[in-house]
């Protein structure tokens, strides 16, 4: 589960990355790949590694009754 600031960190960086793939090419093809990877990552809040490790970056006092 995907925190507030963890998600807002992700769709920086994933736009940045996205930009740098469409603006460079070539070798940065991947980022584009890795940014929408990390922006859906945030779309969605879930992350699959997160999952696996048992990581989760949402506060539990935030949570609705």
Do not use: H, Q
């Not at 990355?17 to 859906?40: A, D, Q, R, S």
């Amino acid at each position: 589960m995907l925190g507030f600031w963890d998600a807002v960190i992700r769709v920086v960086v994933g736009a940045i990355l996205v930009w740098l793939g469409i603006e460079k090419g070539g070798v940065f093809e991947i980022t584009k790949v890795v940014g929408v990877v990390l922006i859906l990552t945030a779309v969605f809040s879930f992350c699959p590694l997160y999952k696996l490790a048992g990581v989760s970056t949402r506060c539990e006092e935030c949570r609705p009754a």
